[in-house]
């Protein structure tokens, strides 16, 4: 069974249009986060839920809304997509309330993401 | 803020060669160390990790210990296979409340037969 899963793997789109993915856990974690790893492979959070509450909202463009309907999943919705969108995003999730520096933290594999 | 910082790749070795990837941080508190790494095509797997100072967390043949005087945390294994062809990335989790993991740039490995 897939621990973290995320769909779609690859997305194609142009700019201008809204687009979302979605990420799941079986895991039983309380915490998930979004990551993202631009071209030359540089990973960077941009948010963090712990049981459907807002954690961490690094400082990224109000275009990104993640939305948790529980806490086994969090969405990423993205408006108005833009070339510099274009890059690998990750979901993560952690045991916990997401504010112990040392639990481990389990990746998806990934959604490519190219704006045309 | 946080930062690490990874040593530069692209690295190439052969097979059966020693492996040292260098790790050094900063932190204003006292973080837990991660190395991850990436495989071609997929997404981040927990390698190790260390959360106190002289820990040595190890898994598959690699290891890293923790260097508190050094802020250094590098990765190393004493013979590498063609398997272990990847992206490694350190990375530090600080207590500053909220849990995030801040990575280093990535150091791609390359292992010919």
């Known amino acids: 069974d897939t621990a973290v899963s995320q769909t779609p793997k690859y997305l194609v789109t142009q700019m201008g249009n809204d687009k979302s993915i979605k990420c799941e856990q079986n895991?039983?974690?309380?915490?998930m986060y979004w990551y993202k790893q631009d071209s030359k492979k540089f990973l960077k959070i941009m948010f963090s839920?712990?049981?459907?509450?807002?954690?961490i909202n690094e400082t990224v463009p109000n275009r990104f809304s993640p939305k948790s309907p529980d806490k086994a999943h969090l969405n990423l919705h993205i408006n108005s997509l833009e070339l510099g969108d274009s890059a690998v995003y990750f979901c993560?999730?952690?045991?916990?309330?997401?504010?112990?520096?040392?639990?481990?933290?389990?990746f998806g594999p990934g959604t490519r993401l190219l704006v045309l | 803020g946080d930062s690490v910082t990874q040593m530069e790749g692209p690295v190439t070795l052969s097979e059966e060669a020693f492996l040292t990837i260098n790790c050094t941080y900063t932190a204003t508190g006292y973080p837990s160390l991660f190395w991850y790494v990436q495989y071609p095509g997929e997404g981040l797997q927990l390698l190790l990790k260390a959360t106190k100072a002289d820990d040595k967390g190890s898994n598959k043949g690699f290891e890293a210990t923790y260097r508190k005087e050094t802020t250094s945390f590098h990765l190393e294994k004493g013979s590498v296979q063609v398997s272990d062809s990847a992206v490694y990335f350190c990375a530090l989790s600080d207590y500053q409340g909220a849990q995030k993991l801040v990575f280093g740039q990535g150091t791609r490995l390359t292992i010919n037969p």
């Open positions: 839920y712990n049981n459907k509450e807002l954690i």
């Open positions: 895991l039983g974690h309380d915490t």
């Open positions: 993560a999730s952690s045991q916990g309330k997401g504010t112990g520096f040392r639990e481990t933290q389990y």
